[in-house]
């Protein structure tokens, strides 16, 4: 685990088209406390059309989803991994994520840097953005 700077991320050209592209986004640590960031971003998606899949290791439902244990899981096809979870979770979501066919991206939000991770997420050909929150990203990139 690395806390410099990242030296594995998407571009704003990059993250627009991922965002463009994407429909379903699995959200590692979603908290159902509504004054979490996990929450306030999740519900933000749902707001923009995005399907949200819950994983947090309780709870049955998050914002009117199932909420899921693990990725795995997870039956439908998922675009982007974002992850609300401590830098160091990213590798184990990684390695997971190259078992689950379909998956596009993973998005480490603001303040989260691996990369470490990020190097094994772009050698198997998912897109990486770390460190930036995906719903702000969002907002600047459609001018919301």
């Known amino acids: 685990m690395e806390c410099s700077l ?31 960031p996990s929450h306030r971003v999740a519900s933000y998606l749902q707001s923009k059309g995005y399907k949200i899949f819950p994983i947090y290791p309780k709870e049955s439902e998050i914002l009117g989803e199932k909420v899921y244990r693990k990725l795995e899981d997870i039956e439908e096809e998922i675009d982007i991994v974002n992850l609300f979870r401590k830098p160091e979770v990213a590798s184990e979501v990684v390695k ?13 939000q603001l303040g989260i840097t691996n990369n470490e991770a990020a190097k094994d997420a772009r050698d198997f050909g998912f897109e990486v953005v770390q460190n930036k929150c995906i719903m702000i990203e969002h907002r600047k990139l459609f001018n919301d």
């Open 96 to 108: 997971k994520m190259k078992t689950i066919k379909n998956i596009k991206a993973i998005w480490l």
């Open 6 to 36: 990242p030296a594995y991320n998407s571009n704003d050209a990059e993250i627009l088209k991922l965002l463009k592209e994407s429909k379903n986004i699995a959200v590692v640590g979603l908290s159902p406390d509504s004054s979490k």
